[in-house]
């Protein structure tokens, strides 16, 4: 039985991996911090500007031309556009014109992703303007004139700046993006590099997210959650509180603004570096890593109000559900599955995706279903059995089993049997 569940375990590896041996292309973004000098500080804040305006304008013109005329304008009739803008405005000269088109790529795809989702079914907002703290990058598409050292970057037009490479850039550089966050300036490059394989492991796990642990694994092991929002919660509060005592349009209302993304930015950096290292060690382990498929935006929606036949509004549990959904979005659970995503796509692993129902209420020893749990039952007690596992790790087996059953699936129809 042994040997038949490894031989299983192997071809299924190896139909998870087939055609992926080797190296592999695959784009990749380095980030790195800048530290302009007061002059190209301002230069830079002069041309992400001119691209906001460009982008506004852009936007405006597709509105009214569909509006008045019924007519959809495409990227190519803007982008023809282009020297008659710099006729008129004699400024855009000094941006380069590959820097312009991008943003008018942008506003085309914003247009083609507004349809796909409306032709898809879902509801979303019609493309908005962006205003000065929304609109934050502009993006040389192509390396002419871009040079990047061990202690500067060339920028076309900008010259040297100086540049914290604290990690080597590998591969082929095709893009480069400057991008304005807080009071601090990055560039970050796009690269196309060849990634190595893993060697093949012959472990599995399933991974069942949640809120009192981050992560239970199949294994029995747990990845504890570490709250970050929660514990910088206070400081925001206080931040905010100050934000609003600030008159509006004051020097002091806009350095209040500051520090409160501020502080939003270090929760940000802090989440990001902890699911970072945790994605990274589960693709390094395991083969075949297996997810619930949440739909977290269904999650995270606020409960519909209530009343009676009088018209009063009935207690719907709408505080609670908010601090749950609070913990929720802190947790980051779709960042985490995205990057374990593409971490296993470069290392040659297998992520799965698997119906939820009823992963809690299962078994995972005796298959049979048990009654109910609510959230505050944290340990899962089989009526049939009498097995006694905590409820995440029985969820976590059960997740594992069903995408041993969906790769099963699949290998025997990449086969053709």
Known sequence: MHYNHQHQVKLLSKQATRGHRGKQGMIKTYKFRIYPNN???NRLQWVLDRCRELYNAALQERKEAYKYASKTISYYEQQNDLP????????????????????????????????????????????????????????????????????????????????????????????????????????????????????VSY?????????????ALSDGTFI???????????????RNQALSR?????????????????????VRNQRKDFLHKASRQIVNKHQVIVFEDLQTENMVKRPKPKQDEN???????????????????????????????????????????VNPYKTSQICSACLKEGPHKDLAERTHICIHCGIVL????????NILRA????????AVEALGL
């Open 39 to 41: 002059t190209t500080e």
């Open 311 to 353: 018209g009063t509004y009935l207690p719907n549990g709408a505080s609670a559900k908010a601090g749950l959904n609070k913990s929720i979005t802190d947790a980051g659970w779709g960042m985490f599955v995205d990057m374990v995503s593409y971490k296993a796509a470069s290392a040659g692993r297998s992520m799965i995706k």
């Open 203 to 215: 472990e599995d796990i399933g991974i069942d997210l949640g809120i009192t642990h981050f992560a």
């Open 246 to 266: 600030k008159k509006k349009g004051s020097h002091r209302r806009d350095k209040a603004r500051k520090l409160v993304a501020k502080a939003h930015r270090k």
């Open 390 to 397: 905590d409820r995440d790790t029985n969820a976590a087996l």
């Open 84 to 199: 008659d803008i710099k006729e008129i405005r004699p400024e855009y000269k000094d941006i380069g014109a590959h820097v312009l088109q991008n943003v008018l790529k942008r506003v085309d795809k914003t247009y083609r992703d507004f349809f796909r989702r409306c032709k898809i079914g879902q509801t979303p907002g019609y493309p908005r303007f962006q205003g000065k703290n929304r609109y934050d990058s502009f993006t040389y598409p192509d390396t002419y004139g871009l040079k990047v050292s061990a202690s500067h970057v060339t920028l076309p037009k900008f010259g040297n700046v100086k540049l914290k490479l604290h990690r080597p850039i590998e591969g082929k550089i095709k893009t480069c993006t400057i991008k304005h966050e807080g009071e601090h300036w990055y560039a970050a490059f796009a690269c196309e590099v060849e990634t190595e394989k893993l060697p």
């Open 224 to 238: 504890d959650n570490p709250r970050y929002y929660r514990k910088g919660e206070k400081l925001l509060e206080r």
């Open 403 to 410: 995408g041993r059953v969906q790769q099963s699936a699949m």
